[in-house]
């Protein structure tokens, strides 16, 4: 599962369908899926955070496809997503997903940060991506509140994924230990419905 042969306990592991959910404390840019996602801003040219440090571990090639979608598209906004190579990573490519800044919940962040995910899977889908590690996205310097945007994340992926019928695997990358206990009670509540 996981790289450098470390397994993600039972509590880590939900299925959706055919497909599988996984929760991993870890750095994304040493996911070995097919590609992980970068919570990127609409200039796309790097930043602090998952975008930095993605960056930094992809090298400059990651940068110089995301100057070229900006030159051909503009920013990319809120609730859309880009994709490019995966450069030095051990990733084969980068979904550059643009989350919502938190305003107070009142300038429709819940439904932009849901059109993120799905935006996310989109692209992966399209691109035949069958692994994919999300980081928590919008939850660092936009502020989106970390409990509401796990729920989120959690529910969008699982339902698009569900029905499925190529299994694929979602990894969700937390960073801390305060998110990791949100998405585990996210699958603890998943799997005693299902079970």
Not at 77 to 84: E, K, R
Not at 145 to 169: D, G, H, K, N
Request: charged share 20%; with cysteine; net charge negative.
């Amino acid at each position: 599962m996981g790289h450098h042969g470390r397994l993600a306990d039972e509590s880590h592991i939900a299925t959706a369908g055919s497909s599988t959910l996984v929760l991993l404390r870890d750095d994304i840019t040493l996911q070995n899926t097919d590609a992980i996602v970068n919570a990127a801003n609409s200039g796309l040219l790097g930043g602090g955070g998952v975008d930095g440090a993605i960056h930094r571990a992809g090298g400059p090639e990651i940068l110089r496809q995301c100057r070229e979608i900006r030159a051909g598209s503009g920013r990319c906004p809120p609730g859309a997503a880009v994709i490019t190579g995966g450069g030095n990573l051990p990733a084969r490519f980068v979904i550059h997903a643009v989350g919502p800044v938190w305003h107070g919940g009142s300038a429709n962040e819940r439904e932009i940060l849901r059109k993120t995910y799905d935006a996310c899977l989109t692209l992966a889908l399209s691109n035949d991506i069958r692994s994919l590690s999300f980081p928590s996205i919008s939850t660092g310097a936009y502020r989106f509140p970390a409990e509401e945007a796990a729920r989120i994340a959690f529910v969008t992926v699982r339902q698009r994924i569900e029905p499925l019928s190529e299994p694929m695997e979602i990894r969700f990358i937390v960073f801390s230990e305060y998110d990791e206990q949100i998405y585990r009670q996210l699958f603890a509540e998943y799997s005693s419905q299902t079970n």
